[in-house]
Antibody, heavy 118, light 107 residues
Framework: EVQLVESGGGLVKPGGSLRLSCAAS????????LNWLRQASGKGLEWVSS????????HYADSVRGRFTISRDNARNSLFLQMSALRAEDTAVYYC???????????WGQGTLVTVSS | IVMTQSPATLSVSPGGRATLSCRAS??????LAWYQQKPGQAPRLLIY???SRATGIPVRFSGSGSGTEFTLTISSLQSEDFAVYYC??????????FGQGTKLEIK
């Protein structure tokens, strides 16, 4: 069974840092691009960042560029998101997702909640 | 590319038919996906390539359209179909962009 499990969310003060992880199983992790997306409470979906299968290509949303860093460890079937200089508007559930054929997201993890508040 | 969904909320009776719309601000060919999200759950891929059903998706879900206008149709609505639906374009990225969602509620 294909599975993605996020961890690392929590409460952090504005300006602080947090590192999210996504553990994958059930598929050949190193064959696929991976993404982080987020959803603020009661709001829609926002793509955050993507990383290609071998980490050659990395992209960020304008809203997080320069503050967030995506990385992956294919030997450990893991995806990461290092978040720094966090703002209240970064408060959201963060999902990791596989980008099938580099375009559609399937599957998604269950999400991890990040709350930025003093 | 801005994706606009309509209506924001759609009320339909169980057994009825729901038609959800998604419009792209630019030509996106057929590079469109639809997702279903239930409360407290992650989104689930329903349709990709504008009209191809994802694995395990019932045939009552169908997608159509190309260019800038797209439709998700759910025929014979079941209780488990009442949820929020999002469209997403992948024609020109980054960024991938989503519509704001349509909430399908029981009438």
């Amino acid at each position: 069974e294909v599975q993605l499990v996020e961890s690392g969310g929590g409460l952090v003060k504005p300006g602080g840092s947090l590192r999210l992880s996504c553990a994958a199983s059930g598929f050949t992790f190193s064959d696929f691009s991976l993404n982080w997306l987020r959803q603020a409470s009661g709001k829609g979906l926002e793509w955050v960042s993507s990383i290609s299968s071998s980490s050659t290509y990395i992209h960020y949303a304008d809203s997080v560029r320069g503050r967030f860093t995506i990385s992956r460890d294919n030997a450990r079937n893991s995806l990461f998101l290092q978040m720094s200089a966090l703002r209240a508007e970064d408060t959201a559930v963060y999902y990791c997702a596989v980008a099938v054929a580099g375009n559609r997201f399937d599957p998604w993890g269950q999400g991890t909640l990040v709350t930025v508040s003093s | 590319i801005v994706m606009t969904q309509s209506p924001a909320t759609l009320s339909v009776s169980p057994g009825g038919r729901a038609t959800l719309s998604c419009r792209a601000s630019q030509f996106i060919h057929s590079n469109l996906a639809w997702y279903q999200q239930k409360p407290g759950q992650a989104p689930r891929l329903l349709i990709y390539g504008a009209s191809s059903r994802a694995t395990g998706i019932p045939v009552r879900f169908s997608g159509s359209g190309s260019g800038t206008e797209f439709t998700l149709t759910i025929s014979s609505l079941q209780s488990e179909d009442f949820a929020v639906y999002y469209c997403q374009q992948y024609h020109n990225w980054p960024p991938y962009t989503f519509g704001q969602g349509t909430k399908l509620e029981i009438k």
